[in-house]
């Protein structure tokens, strides 16, 4: 009995103006971390939502019943992924959550609204032109036939995360810009009877353009994640080629890796 009481003593709940912190003082995983994990859970779900103040650290400390330096440790690390800055005067704020999206066929739209993530887009381009040499084997069509170009800035929150560069036959959908701005690409292809089936993607990185930096609020040199694909329907026919790039302290790709036979 007295073992139990001491392992229910061990683990206790705390909170930082209304959160709730399950901190287990028994456990070998490091209180900082703990800390530092339920924190980033609340970010990513939208409990600390941008711009809310955490207060400063000898408050937080006091209210959890942590050391300092733990506290420091565990919102230095938020900080160092970017979901966390330090304002002078003002204390530590919610920056934003970063996007954890699965390798499979679906869309950013889709992911991001499904993560409570408050999808926004800005269309910069609408408009038919002749496919380029790698547009047209891409999409398996004749070099200089029709194809629509589409892009678009991908906002959460207000903050750009993405700037996606799609390629699509000209005669395969109609592309409306007021639709374009108030759902997704895939979702409009579902609608309008296109199965999607499977894609072709690779990813990779790089530093941001001068323009880039600009359309995604970072400095020109910054990371960069970038995916090409050329997405097929049920049929087999190329529906979709693009060339999508993303802020990497907002985003982030999650690959499950299974152990070969």
């Not at 909170?15 to 709730?20: A, K, M, P, Q």
């Not at 699509?168 to 108030?182: S, V, Y």
Request: aromatic share 6%; net charge neutral; charged share 25%.
């Amino acid at each position: 009995m007295a073992k139990k009481g001491r392992a229910a003593r061990a683990r206790t709940a705390s909170s930082v103006d209304g959160l709730e912190f399950a901190l287990d003082r028994g456990s070998p995983i490091p209180l900082y971390y703990q800390f530092a994990r339920q924190l980033e859970s609340a970010i990513e779900h939208g409990t600390l939502a941008p711009g809310d103040l955490l207060g400063n650290e000898m408050e937080i400390a006091a209210r959890l019943g942590l050391s300092r330096p733990t506290v420091r440790q565990a919102m230095q690390s938020l900080v160092d992924k970017g979901l966390l800055v330090r304002r002078r005067g003002v204390g530590t704020q919610v920056v934003h959550s970063q996007v954890k999206r699965p390798l499979e066929l679906s869309s950013l739209y889709d992911d991001l609204d499904s993560a409570g993530q408050s999808p926004a887009t800005k269309v910069l381009r609408n408009e038919v032109l002749p496919a380029s040499a790698d547009v047209a084997a891409a999409l398996g069509i004749p070099e200089g036939g029709d194809v629509t170009v589409l892009e678009r800035l991908r906002l959460t929150h207000g903050e750009p995360v993405a700037y996606l560069c799609n390629y699509l036959p000209a005669a395969l959908l109609d592309l409306d810009t007021a639709r374009l701005e108030a759902t997704g690409l895939y979702r409009m292809m579902r609608a309008a009877g296109i199965t999607l089936h499977s894609a072709r993607q690779s990813v990779g990185a790089r530093c941001a353009t001068a323009e880039e930096g600009e359309l995604l609020d970072d400095p020109e040199g910054a990371a960069l994640l970038t995916m090409r694909r050329t997405a097929y329907d049920d049929t087999g026919r190329a529906v979709e080629y693009g060339t999508h790039v993303y802020r990497a302290a907002r985003y982030a790709f999650e690959f499950q890796l299974l152990m070969r036979a």
